[in-house]
């Protein structure tokens, strides 16, 4: 800080993953949401993104645009980002800071991973286990119900999964975190990976609100289609089940087998009985990439 | 691209240097401003932080708002963008884009130097030359007068020194690039290096245009104080000016000597006369950071 640019000097021979991401008003966050959990959110996202690489966050940029000097808010706000950054051991190197009329907030984050083993989408392979960790629905069921305390804390302190994806590395085959939503998540997974994906619909996680909430379009839409939970998704040779399982025990994170994967093209979704279900968006957006 | 994060191997050994800018409509452009100037600047105020600190440009990353989908307009936006990265080797790595009413854009750009040769702000000595290179005050004075060509160049299409400054790493003792303005940026080396700085404005290089202006407030505050120049403003010791002056010729960039520093602290500015100047900017500036 203080020079033009901040200087870094990266553990020699490693790979560097770089992510970055733009939080605008009114788009990504209320004009009320708490600064606390925007700060923290801010980053969060980034870290994920490299969680879901296997790399190990280092340093992050922010630059953020406000209305007004408002000091009580960037207190709050700086509480949050910082709380997160120093769990995980990032350093903030640099950012800018301007005006404009709609909060605006915008993080790039830089990790480390080792040569070669950077986790892709591109990675899976046929008969992989699909995996995913923690639970799925509940940020989109926040937007929803936000009186559901546990729903809330998905959707404002998400909780990036670093820890994991570092540990994933020489475990999965393929990973990407659930921000756009289980089915198009997976999808790209499949496609980059040429190959198709099947959910057991029963199998995936999901907060115990769910159950009694009684509303089976609501459940469906969020665990199959909602985003914001910032798990990771990834799949996995058989052979790897059981160390995966040591893994989630030692992590205190569940991990759990929700699919596999196949020879050909789509992700499709059984139902209890077996049957293919409809769903939003996967199936779609896999489509509009071909 | 395609995957959660970019996924780049540094030369081993090299350190890295970072910088980041946001540029919000209506406070750092305006809403006409024209779409490939804006893509050429936002990369460009980048690559000049990192030629102030000697670094070689290597990767880039764009998160870009817009307040609706314009294709011609982002056309026009990355012909600028990309043809500024190509000629300094620069890969886009990674972005983001969102919508907010106003156009924000945010750039990270990286770089790479040699370890230990990083030019820092406060690395000027006593007695040093104080250089700049090209001319100062062209783009403070398009915002006056923007029919004058050679302004709004210097203005819309300001030049990175990217290879002045991969060359200065051996020859200079502090560098900073002029976004600020001259008595501004000035200060800032001054203070970190704790030394004082004396500048002879006559000896000032600066657009032709000045002269047939013959409005000696304007273009003192254009040359003193006018911010966006984006050139290199750098200290080096005497014994280095016959290699400097070397070092013009061969990369074709004016590089003048326009004063020098002393022990003690503060900036100076001499008339022709050399009787002290009144100048905007730099002094307050250096006591606001005191």
């Given at each position: 800080m203080g020079d033009d640019c901040a200087l870094l000097r990266p553990d020699a021979g490693f790979d560097l993953a770089v992510t970055t991401d733009m939080l605008v008003e009114g788009r990504h966050f209320l004009p009320d949401a708490e600064a606390r959990a925007l700060g923290h959110k801010a980053l969060a996202v980034n870290l994920s993104d490299l969680a879901a690489m296997g790399a190990t966050p280092r340093w992050a940029t922010l630059s953020i645009a406000l209305p007004s000097v408002d000091a009580d808010w960037l207190e709050r706000f700086s509480a949050g980002f910082y709380a997160l950054a120093e769990r995980h051991g990032v350093d903030l190197i640099g950012g800018d800071t301007t005006r404009s009329e709609r909060r605006t907030l915008s993080v790039t984050a830089i990790g480390e991973v080792p040569p070669g083993l950077a986790l892709q989408r591109s990675g899976a392979r046929e008969n992989d286990d699909i995996w995913v960790s923690g639970e799925l629905g509940g940020a989109a069921l926040a937007l929803v119900h936000p009186e559901i305390a546990e729903a809330a804390k998905r959707l404002h302190f998400p909780e990036?999964?670093?820890?994991?994806?570092e540990r994933l590395r020489r475990l999965a085959h393929a990973a990407i975190d659930v921000s756009d939503g289980l089915a198009g998540d997976l999808a790209h997974i499949a496609e980059r990976s040429g190959v198709a994906a099947t959910l057991e619909y029963e199998a995936i996680p999901r907060p115990a609100a769910f159950r009694r909430l009684k509303s089976p379009e609501l459940e469906r839409n969020c665990v199959l289609s909602g985003?914001?939970?910032?798990?990771?998704?990834?799949?996995?040779p058989r052979a790897h089940r059981a160390e995966l399982e040591a893994l989630a025990s030692e992590l205190e994170i569940a991990l759990t087998v929700i699919g596999a994967t196949s020879a050909g093209a789509g992700i499709?979704?059984?139902?209890?009985?077996?049957?293919?279900?409809?769903h939003r968006g996967g199936f779609d957006h896999f489509r509009d990439q071909r």
């Open positions: 990036p999964r670093v820890e994991l994806g985003g914001d939970d910032y798990e990771l998704l990834f799949t996995a499709t979704v059984l139902d209890g009985a077996g049957k293919p279900m409809a």
